[in-house]
């Protein structure tokens, strides 16, 4: 019999030990992506309509640290209504702590900004997003989009940002991420972005967690895109936890 290469007991680690697991190469250049879902036995990306459906505490620890690490959260706009996202909260100190290692995190601590990726700026100046946030959220968008819109975005708190003229690429999108420094990027989906994200090569890595359940129904996929394609991973490392659950890391190969 043998035993699965990299497969960590997820209890015996110590949060030091989860963040040299999963930080970001050191001294970037430009930005690297790192998405990270949760996904039934089945293939479920949601249960109920929504991820937190398929939640479990392991998957809760590593999602933390995850956020703690990165410099930008990457969300397409209808994963942003759907999951009635507000800002991140992270550990102010272990973000400083992060930052002093070089790993990820933040010199002064603070969160990192949720951005959001909408072509046509159709975003609610009164949602979480707004209204329950530490820093400032970014609004990815187009020149087409609604001038009126954008700036009531800008009058709710946003930095709005042009990054395309009728549609927001992969790679417009990156450029504009890393002409901010931002260049840890998270996305959490939705399987839209996640899905042109990956058509365009501009995936780096994936963190998928396995919940131990079987959900059946008509759920999504964690990535829809409009053509098929194939994009070899290697495994970095599994992550096992008490309950069944299973994080596992996936690298660009």
């Not at 290692?101 to 601590?109: E, L, N, Q, S, V």
């Not at 999504?220 to 008490?242: G, K, N, Q, W």
């Amino acid at each position: 019999m043998q035993r699965i290469h990299n497969a960590i007991q997820l209890t015996g680690l110590s949060p030091d030990d989860l963040a040299r697991l999963y930080a970001f190469p050191a001294q970037l250049d430009a930005p690297w992506v790192r998405a990270n879902f949760v996904s039934s036995i089945d293939g479920a990306a949601t249960s109920g309509n929504l991820s937190e459906g398929l939640g479990t505490p392991a998957d809760r620890t590593v999602f933390m640290m995850l956020r703690e690490l990165s410099d930008v959260i990457l969300v397409g706009a209808g994963t942003v209504r759907s999951e009635n996202y507000g800002g991140a909260r992270t550990d102010p100190r272990r973000r400083r702590a992060l930052h002093d290692r070089g790993i990820g995190g933040h010199p002064d601590g603070a969160p990192p900004p949720i951005a959001v990726v909408t072509a046509s700026a159709a975003l609610e100046p009164g949602a979480r997003l707004f209204t329950d946030t530490q820093v400032p959220p970014l609004v990815i968008t187009t020149a087409i989009a609604p001038a009126d819109r954008k700036q009531q975005l800008v009058d709710a708190g946003a930095e709005v940002i042009e990054a395309g003229d009728i549609a927001v690429t992969p790679k417009r999108l990156l450029r504009a991420l890393g002409e901010r420094g931002l260049l840890r990027v998270l996305t959490e989906g939705g399987p839209h972005l996640f899905g042109e994200l990956l058509e365009a090569d501009a995936v780096d890595e994936l963190c998928l967690t396995t919940a131990p359940l079987l959900v059946g129904g008509t759920a999504r996929r964690i990535s829809l895109s409009a053509h098929e394609f194939r994009s070899p991973m290697t495994r970095a490392h599994v992550l096992l936890d008490d309950d069944g659950t299973m994080l596992t890391r996936w690298a660009r190969r």
